[in-house]
């Protein structure tokens, strides 16, 4: 971790001295960093979807073979195999981890008390915003992701929906970090969700597309 640690932080520094600014600078290293993730965030996607999927076929199956346990033996190992591969893949979140966490830390304690052009009413990105704006704006770039699945054209067969009260509880959460949370770690969020919305529109449309295709 140390050595993540180690490198995230000179990143952080070299983009700085390029930028000028450390809210410019938190943006752009968050967005290299989720650049390199996405790959492995892409495929934790899929994997979600196909476990999705199969969960749903395999509901089908035990309700049309209830009555002939050897048929219904027999599907089930026949789907046991692509259900694990499916697993497995949803298991590259733990490789993110470490990286996101030590990205969260990087940039909580960085060691500096100065202002950003971001967020111009704030002396200080070590400060919370007492006004409250970057909270909101946080929640908003949050939940867009999961207001996707509630829009007809992005909308894909066989993936669970969010439910009103899940969201409901997420923007409540989020309110509670961000509002304790100060301007970096909240420049550090924003731009997270952001990046999340955009990669979660484009694994929609690159489903709808595989799907027509």
């Known amino acids: 971790m140390n050595i993540i640690f180690n490198f995230l932080s000179n990143l952080l520094s070299n983009i700085f001295n390029f930028t000028g600014d450390w ?10 960093v989720r650049i390199v993730l996405s790959p492995m965030s892409f495929k934790q996607k899929k994997s979600m979807y196909q476990q999705q999927k199969l969960s749903i076929k395999m509901k089908e199956i035990n309700e049309k073979y209830k009555n002939d346990k050897v048929k219904l033996e027999e599907e089930q190992k026949k789907h046991a195999a692509e259900s694990a591969k499916s697993m497995f893949g949803c298991l590259v979140t733990f490789l993110q981890l470490p990286i996101l966490m030590t990205m969260w830390t990087v940039i909580n304690k960085l060691p500096v008390s100065a202002g950003t052009m971001l967020i111009p009413w704030v002396s200080s990105i070590k400060l919370s915003d007492s006004y409250f704006i970057v909270p909101l704006i946080y929640i908003l770039a949050s939940l867009t992701p999961s207001l996707l699945s509630y829009i007809s054209f992005f909308k894909i067969e066989g993936q669970a929906k969010i439910t009103k009260g899940n969201i409901i509880i997420m923007a ?13 770690v ?6 997270t969700s952001l990046f999340n919305f955009i990669e979660e529109l484009a694994f929609r449309l690159y489903m709808r597309k595989v799907k027509t295709v």
């Open 23 to 32: 809210g410019l600078a938190i943006v752009l290293l968050t967005v290299v």
């Open 172 to 184: 409540v959460f989020g309110l509670i970090v961000a509002k304790a949370a100060p301007i970096a």
């Open 186 to 191: 909240g420049i550090y969020l924003i731009t």
